[in-house]
């Protein structure tokens, strides 16, 4: 029942955009592998082979530490109403820091140079595969709404002691003690 193909096509393209969260998927060469959900609305397609979604603060950083150690990352969408799908993205991962060229770039041309209030990063995927397969045994859900909480939590944590210093503070290391190479004075691995 699974199909692969070696980039999005504009019918798989469609799927994504009526979506309304994916997974991500990273781990390093060791430790704990992790699944995150996120929603859609902070993700761009940019091509047939490379996604990008703006990443907000949270209270951990996996993937920014699995992609440094192997840059394997697996972006999943799986349809919750409507005819069933799961898709796919495999590829190599990378993070772009806030406040740099690549990030600036994308911030202006895929989301309009406004950048949410706890914006920490963006990852970009550059596809390899892409897979589908049936998606028979995932539930129907209706969506009810956006949850505010996280941009409340933002808003609050800016007021208080600061996101920066959260992030310094909750960002920097995986819960295996890898870097994530958050802020630049964090050593980039070469090779």
Same mark, same amino acid.
């Given at each position: 029942?699974?199909?692969?193909?070696?980039?999005?096509?504009?019918?798989?393209?469609?799927?994504?955009?009526?979506?309304?969260?994916?997974?991500?998927?990273?781990?390093?060469?060791?430790?704990? $592998?992790?699944?995150?959900?996120?929603?859609?609305?902070?993700?761009? $397609?940019?091509?047939?082979?490379?996604?990008?979604? *703006?990443?907000?603060?949270?209270?951990?950083?996996?993937?920014?530490?699995?992609?440094?150690?192997?840059?394997?990352?697996? $972006?999943?969408?799986?349809?919750?109403?409507?005819?069933?799908?799961?898709?796919?993205?495999?590829?190599?991962?990378?993070?772009?820091?806030?406040?740099?060229?690549?990030?600036?770039?994308?911030?202006?041309?895929?989301?309009?140079?406004?950048?949410? *209030?706890?914006?920490?990063?963006?990852? *970009?995927?550059?596809?390899? *595969?892409?897979?589908?397969?049936?998606?028979?045994?995932?539930?129907?859900?209706?969506?009810?709404?956006?949850?505010?909480?996280?941009?409340?939590?933002?808003?609050?944590?800016?007021?208080?002691?600061?996101?920066?210093?959260?992030?310094?503070?909750?960002?920097?290391?995986?819960?295996?003690?890898?870097?994530?190479?958050?802020?630049?004075?964090?050593?980039?691995? $070469?090779?």
């Amino acid at each position: 029942m699974a199909k692969q193909f070696p980039e999005i096509s504009p019918a798989l393209q469609e799927f994504i955009l009526r979506q309304r969260v994916f997974f991500t998927a990273s781990a390093a060469t060791t430790g704990r $592998v992790n699944v995150s959900p996120r929603g859609t609305d902070m993700l761009r $397609v940019l091509g047939p082979n490379a996604v990008v979604y *703006l990443d907000l603060t949270g209270s951990g950083n996996e993937t920014a530490a699995h992609l440094r150690a192997t840059g394997r990352l697996t $972006v999943m969408f799986c349809a919750f109403e409507g005819a069933p799908m799961i898709l796919r993205l495999y590829g190599a991962g990378r993070v772009l820091r806030r406040g740099g060229p690549d990030y600036a770039r994308l911030l202006a041309t895929e989301y309009g140079g406004t950048e949410p *209030l706890g914006a920490r990063q963006m990852v *970009l995927l550059d596809i390899d *595969l892409v897979q589908t397969s049936c998606g028979f045994g995932v539930p129907l859900f209706d969506h009810a709404g956006e949850r505010p909480t996280l941009a409340r939590w933002a808003e609050a944590k800016e007021k208080q002691e600061g996101l920066e210093a959260y992030r310094r503070q909750k960002n920097t290391r995986s819960i295996d003690g890898l870097p994530t190479g958050l802020f630049e004075e964090d050593p980039v691995p $070469v090779g």
